[in-house]
Nanobody, 126 residues
Framework: VQLQASGGGLVQTGGSLRLSCSAS????????VGWFRQAPGKEREVVAALSRRGDFTYLVDSVKGRFTISRSTAKNTVYLQMNSLRPEDTAVYYC????????????????????WGQGTQVTVSS
């Protein structure tokens, strides 16, 4: 299994980026998925999560109204659309999958996740 995150980059405050996570060796519709981020000196935190069924999402309070998590079954890709970016969003962003035993509940706990992508850097300049 391999997850590949991409789409990061340097953007000004207020700008947008769309992160993509592709997978080989698994099908996203069979898993709960999540996006995490880790800033220098800080712990990795969940940013957004999508239930295995794809019907419920979770967003950390700091990104509500700005970020959206979605999934394309046809492309077997998960996205994180990030709008109105702020300097505090600067971090390495990771995608990951969890078993999602309850198909309707997004997995919020980092420890629930089994497979991780390599991370993509997002830098927001002020």
């Amino acid at each position: 299994v391999q997850l590949q995150a991409s789409g990061g980059g340097l953007v000004q405050t207020g700008g947008s980026l769309r992160l993509s996570c592709s997978a080989s060796g698994l099908t996203f519709r069979d898993y709960a998925v999540g996006w995490f981020r880790q800033a220098p000196g800080k712990e990795r935190e969940v940013v957004a999560a999508l239930s295995r069924r794809g019907d419920f999402t979770y967003l950390v309070d700091s990104v509500k109204g700005r970020f959206t998590i979605s999934r394309s079954t046809a492309k077997n890709t998960v996205y994180l659309q990030m709008n109105s970016l702020r300097p505090e969003d600067t971090a390495v962003y990771y995608c990951a999958t969890a078993r999602g035993d309850n198909v309707h509940i997004p997995a919020r706990d980092l420890n629930e996740y089994d497979y991780w992508g390599q991370g993509t850097q997002v830098t927001v300049s002020s």
